[in-house]
């Protein structure tokens, strides 16, 4: 059930209601490069199906995601980690704009940030950026190369081979490579420009587990 703690919050069950928030030259960017309104909703559902789950985005942007995941799953947490400092100060005003108080905002470098205390990753192709060309990306802040690009993909799998049996992450136009050794499909949804799919970290089959200590 979506949260209907707030009287005043906006209604954001479009696209432009979310938008209208975002400065003019954020707003322009939203449909090429922040997740829709739809795929944010159904993401949510796939990512926390249980209350008090933490999910992590990796490249939040303004939070798009986060604050309208937070809204449909209000009894768990929404992290966006986001390196641009302008548009993490941005995703913080709109989660308190919005009544999103279970959505909060890092800024930093996501490979970087322990990922080991979250319970599912929500990746939207968020290296895609890297390899646009300047007219397309978001603003000029950030270096960008196909060296770099490859570099971060093959961090994340590393960072998400080692994340615990259970883990769930679910992925939007992919996440620039295929899923780390592990992960299984579990789910594949058409919505919006492409698929959803939640892969889920597998337990270790029995002949790869550790063998107990001999007593």
Request: glycine residues 6%; charged residues 25%.
């Amino acid at each position: 059930m979506r949260s209907t703690s707030s009287t005043s919050a906006p209604d954001l069950d479009e696209d432009q209601s979310f938008d209208y928030h975002l400065p003019q030259r954020v707003r322009v960017k939203s449909a090429f490069h922040f997740t829709p309104v739809t795929v944010a909703r159904r993401a949510a559902q796939l990512l926390a199906p249980r209350d008090g789950m933490r999910v992590l985005d990796v490249g939040a942007g303004p939070g798009k995601f986060c604050v309208i995941a937070a809204r449909e799953r209000p009894t768990c947490k929404f992290v966006g980690i986001e390196q641009r400092p302008l548009l993490v100060e941005l995703a913080q005003r709109l989660a308190h704009r919005m009544s999103a108080a279970n959505a909060t905002f890092l800024q930093g470098d996501a490979l970087e940030h322990d990922w080991s205390g979250y319970d599912a990753l929500y990746l939207f192709n968020p290296f895609g950026e890297l390899l646009l060309r300047s007219a397309l990306t978001i603003d000029q802040t950030v270096l960008r190369s196909q060296s770099r690009f490859e570099a971060c993909v093959d961090g994340t799998r590393a960072k998400l081979a080692a994340l615990r049996p259970g883990t769930r992450v679910v992925t939007y136009h992919g996440l620039g490579a295929a899923a780390p050794d592990g992960y299984e499909l579990a789910e594949r949804v058409q919505l919006g420009t492409d698929v959803l799919e939640l892969w889920i970290k597998a337990a270790p089959a029995a002949d790869d587990a550790p063998s107990a200590a001999a007593s």
